[in-house]
């Protein structure tokens, strides 16, 4: 959906590299997930994300919301090879309560080299 | 716990055949959604329910009809199907957020991989 922009659309990167993924709204976000999906599987709910400034913390993924909720980041330090995969960051379009509306970055396609 | 279970897991149609593709779950969710992926499109939302009995369109419903007669259950049915409908379909279901303060996460089926030629 092109009401969600991630960036970048793929990433090649070295193990043990850190790296990050955008996924940015011109709408104020009710709510922002991230998930990751294997090639050829569904989709592995990773974090969401509701208030302005949040930030949480999985292993070695981070993600934060910005404060005015429309911006994510999502940061891998020290990637691996099982960080492998597409990540897609989610949201609920209908602003001031998820009434079902939930759609979709491009997703961003993540590769890591031994 | 079965969670999202999307029947069938592969399928091939000849172009104008129908067909129907069921979703369940057993988590009691009040929505549930269908979503198409393609290479390089990520996922798109066909149609989504915020209850038994009521449907809406998403950002690609064109070609598609949905059912939720069931809480459980919610069909995608393709009546005519045409080769752009060649792709992944996902279906998800979540809680309702209504009246509530916090978000809540959407559970995915394995998918289904349809081919129509």
């Known amino acids: 959906s092109q009401e969600l922009e991630q960036s970048p659309q793929s990433l090649i990167v070295q193990e043990g590299k850190n790296l990050t993924i955008n996924c940015t709204s011109s709408?104020?976000?009710?709510?922002l997930y991230w998930y990751k999906q294997k090639y050829g599987e569904g989709l592995i709910f990773l974090m969401m994300?509701?208030?302005?400034?949040e930030e949480k913390s999985h292993e070695k993924i981070t993600a934060k919301l910005d404060e005015k909720k429309q911006q994510s980041s999502l940061h891998i330090t020290a990637s691996q090879p099982s960080h492998a995969g597409i990540y897609l960051c989610?949201?609920?379009?209908?602003?001031?309560?998820?009434?079902?509306?939930?759609?979709f970055g491009k997703g961003t396609k993540l590769s890591v080299k031994p | 716990n079965a969670g999202v279970t999307q029947t069938p897991k592969f399928r091939v149609l000849k172009t104008g055949q129908s067909m129907t593709l069921l979703c369940a779950q057993d988590m009691n969710h009040e929505y549930m959604y269908w979503y198409r992926q393609d290479p390089g499109m990520g996922l798109r939302l066909i149609h989504y329910s915020v209850g038994e009995g009521t449907t809406a369109k998403g950002e690609v419903p064109d070609g598609y009809n949905v059912s939720r007669l069931k809480k459980q259950n919610f069909l995608l049915g393709l009546e005519s199907a045409a080769p752009s409908q060649t792709s992944v379909y996902f279906c998800a279901s979540s809680y309702s957020t209504r009246g509530r303060a916090l978000a809540t996460e959407a559970f995915f089926g394995q998918g289904t991989r349809l081919t129509v030629v």
């Open positions: 709408k104020t976000l009710y709510g």
């Open positions: 989610g949201a609920d379009m209908n602003y001031g309560g998820s009434q079902g509306n939930l759609i």
């Open positions: 994300l509701q208030k302005g400034g």
